[in-house]
Structures are given as structure tokens and as C-alpha cells.
Antibody, heavy 120, light 110 residues
Framework: EVHLVESGGGLITPGGSLRLSCAAS????????MNWVRQAPGKGLEWVGR??????????DFAAPVKGRFTISRDDSKSIVYLQMNGLKTEDTALYYC???????????WGQGTLVTVSS | QSALTQPASVSGSPGQSITISCTGT?????????VSWYQQFPGKAPKLIIY???KRPSGSSNRFSGSKSGATASLTISGLQVEDEADYYC??????????FGGGTRLTVL
């Protein structure tokens, strides 16, 4: 059974940094393209970014609002994907979900999310 | 990349069919069959119910179906049940490898 467990969320002041982790199990993590999706309180879903498998060069893509501030990395030996968030803004306040991305660009498995609150 | 357009809310009675539209552009929804739909209950993570515009993953009810015409994708739920009451989001592959979501539609079963 696939499990994705996010951690690392919390309260952070504007301009600060935070690193989220997503521990994966139940599938071949090294072959997976991993994504982050966020949801601001009471709002809709927003794609944040993705990291491809190392087999596919491990490259990353990001949504415009976070490009240049967020990075994604992975540790295939531990089956963990990370979201490093720098220069945080109040509008980054959201529940951050880790998801798998399979063929035909479907987000087929989701974690339960970790809440990030950016406030002074 | 702008969000896809969905109606904020739809409603229906048990047993009826409803359709939720998802309008994009010729660059995203209109250029491929890579639209997916997600169901989300309050306080829960989203769940994939349709992928590749028309396909259902295993475990997804056969009362859910997807279609597309031009730059508008649609999710139809037939034989509406009270337990279908949830938020529904469409998502499309977009230029440059991004994913773009719709704003979400709240389904109320009267």
C-alpha cells in the first residue's frame, strides 16, 4: 500500500525558510516523479512543483509564484522528497501535499499534508 | 499560467446526473487528453477519480465519467448519491510541463 507522509510544517515569519519532507513507501520511489501541491485555507488546489526521477535526469519544474524561491530535492536511498522554501511570503500559507505523478500526468497518490503558516 | 475555469457550485438531487465543466485554452485543455479530476471531502486529501480525460482508475465509481470538447473538459456524475457531496477539481497538463488546476466546484446533493 502506498503511503506518503509529509512533515516539517509550522509557523514561520515572512522572509524565513522552511524545509518540508515527504517520506514515501509502498512503491518504487526511485522511479517516481514526485510533486508538491498546496491549498490555502478555504481555497483551491495549486500545483507547486515537481522533481523527475533520476532516470529522467532528476530535473525540477515550478509554478511561477514560487520559482526562484522554492527548490525540490530527493533522496532515493531514504525514499524522501524535500521542498525547500525560502523567502516565504504570507501568501505561501497553505496545506502542502506531497503527491506521486504517474503516466498521463495523473496525481495518483496523496499524503495528508503539512500546514505552513507564514505570519508575523 | 491561469487557472482553469470551473463553476463555483453545482447541485442535484439523488438519482440525477450532474456535469461540472472545466474550461481552459488551446494551450492546455484543448491541446491534449491529459485532464484529471479529483474529489475532495472536507479535511481530507484529494482523490483521483478521472485521468487522461476519460479514464477511471481502479476503485473509482463507474458513476463518474469524463469527456472533452475543444478546450472544455467535463465531469459527469450519474445516479447522484448523498455521499458524492464534495469539492471537485480538474487539472490539466500545461505548456512547459506545469500542471494547472481549476478553482474547484462544490457539489451539493439536495
Amino acid at each position: 500500500e502506498v503511503h506518503l507522509v509529509e512533515s516539517g510544517g509550522g509557523l514561520i515569519t515572512p522572509g524565513g525558510s522552511l524545509r518540508l519532507s515527504c517520506a514515501a513507501s509502498g512503491f518504487s520511489f526511485s522511479d517516481a516523479w514526485m510533486n508538491w501541491v498546496r491549498q490555502a485555507p478555504g481555497k483551491g488546489l495549486e500545483w507547486v512543483g515537481r522533481i523527475k526521477s533520476e532516470h529522467d535526469a532528476g530535473t525540477t519544474d515550478f509554478a511561477a509564484p514560487v520559482k526562484g524561491r522554492f527548490t525540490i530535492s530527493r533522496d532515493d536511498s531514504k525514499s524522501i522528497v524535500y521542498l525547500q522554501m525560502n523567502g516565504l511570503k504570507t501568501e505561501d500559507t497553505a496545506l502542502y501535499y506531497c503527491t506521486t505523478l504517474s503516466g498521463t500526468f495523473k496525481l495518483d497518490y496523496w499524503g495528508q499534508g503539512t500546514l505552513v503558516t507564514v505570519s508575523s | 499560467q491561469s487557472a482553469l475555469t470551473q463553476p463555483a457550485s453545482v447541485s442535484g438531487s439523488p438519482g440525477q446526473s450532474i456535469t461540472i465543466s472545466c474550461t481552459g485554452t488551446s494551450s492546455d485543455v484543448g491541446s491534449h487528453d491529459l485532464v484529471s479530476w479529483y474529489q475532495q471531502f472536507p479535511g481530507k486529501a484529494p482523490k483521483l477519480i478521472i485521468y487522461a480525460t476519460t479514464k477511471r482508475p481502479s476503485g473509482s465509481s463507474n458513476r463518474f465519467s469524463g469527456s472533452k470538447s475543444g478546450a472544455t473538459a467535463s465531469l459527469t456524475i450519474s445516479g447522484l448519491q448523498v455521499e458524492d457531496e464534495a469539492d471537485y477539481y480538474c487539472c490539466s497538463y500545461a505548456p512547459g510541463g506545469a500542471l494547472v488546476f481549476g478553482g474547484g466546484t462544490r457539489l451539493t446533493v439536495l
